[in-house]
């Protein structure tokens, strides 16, 4: 129930108030830093358009609550996919759009990540949220506004504020450590077995990557993060050859790009304010959009770090 999420509760009386008009169709654009946080909250208010006891609030019992709860719902899609929707899934969704009559019931599409779309993709997405059939709703999940401005002027927007370490019941500590990411933070209080302040050597960090690839595990995804943070804290005493060492570790560990996306976040992020060239450093990070030669790119950040 919307009462049971521990946080923004302005945007949860927002979504109440949307539910109380009982619109027809629309397109709403919920954006947050926290990925887990929107596809919550995202969730919920597919719940209220679809609960059939919906009073206020929706049951989380019902048929509907469970089945979209679990997934299984047929009105309801989630559409994520790596790198942003690609326009041969919107085409789809077009059709589907079309075809699709209404008998009082909502279809709902949740597109996760429209920040990465592509710009056809995104052109595509227009098209289809400037008509879109009664009875379907699409809600777009981006982690922030950086998205085609007519598909923001289209969409009922919506701030989801990542939730604070109060609200997740962790210390200040171990919510930095997980960046404030609600869903590991959630998994790392359930498994309880992840010692945060333990160390791990920078000099492991391609060990780590590799055990990581073989597990997926939160615990050692943790290891990772800890190897990012031994090299900021030992940094200042590091020649030039350890970081080239550094880097040569990250890059035949076998990460992907995605996963040297996130080293390079979570680097950004641990040092934060505390960087003197953080702008710099946040500069370097849009580079990483474009096609550039990555081994290049991470020797330049880590001796600008
Ligand atoms: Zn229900």
Request: proline share 1%; hydrophobic share 35%; net charge neutral.
């Amino acid at each position: 129930m919307f009462k049971d999420l521990v946080s923004n509760e302005k945007a949860k009386k927002f979504l109440q108030n949307e539910l109380k008009f009982r619109r027809e169709a629309g397109t709403y654009l919920f954006y947050s830093v926290d990925r887990e946080l929107l596809k919550k909250f995202a969730k919920s208010f597919a719940k209220g358009l679809n609960c059939s006891t919906y009073e206020d609030d929706f049951c989380g019992v019902c048929e509907n609550c469970i089945r979209i709860e679990s997934e299984t719902h047929g009105d309801l899609e989630i559409i994520e996919e790596n790198g942003g929707i690609k326009i041969d899934q919107i085409r789809e969704l077009s059709y589907k759009n079309s075809i699709n009559s209404y008998e009082g019931k909502s279809k709902i599409y949740i597109i996760r990540d429209v920040e990465k779309m592509r710009k056809e993709s995104g052109n595509a997405l227009l098209k289809l949220i400037e008509e879109p059939n009664k009875g379907n709703f699409f809600i777009l999940l981006s982690n922030g506004l950086n998205i085609l401005p007519t598909i923001k002027s289209r969409s009922i927007l919506l701030n989801i504020q990542a939730e604070t370490p109060e609200e997740l019941g962790v210390s200040k500590f171990e919510y930095d450590f997980f960046l404030g990411d609600s869903k590991n933070i959630e998994e790392y209080k359930r498994t309880e077995i992840i010692d945060l302040k333990a160390g791990a050597s920078y000099q492991e960090i391609g060990k780590k990557i590799k055990l990581w690839l073989n597990t997926g595990t939160l615990l050692d995804k943790a290891e990772i993060y800890k190897s990012i943070r031994d090299f900021i804290n030992t940094k200042e005493y590091l020649n030039t050859v350890d970081k080239i060492y550094f880097v040569e570790e990250i890059m035949q560990s076998g990460a992907d790009r995605e996963l040297l996306k996130e080293i390079i976040n979570y680097a950004v992020s641990t040092i934060g304010k505390n960087s003197k060239n953080l702008e710099k450093l946040l500069e370097l990070k849009k580079m990483m959009r474009s096609p550039i030669n990555m081994k290049n790119f991470l020797l330049i950040f880590f001796s600008e770090l």
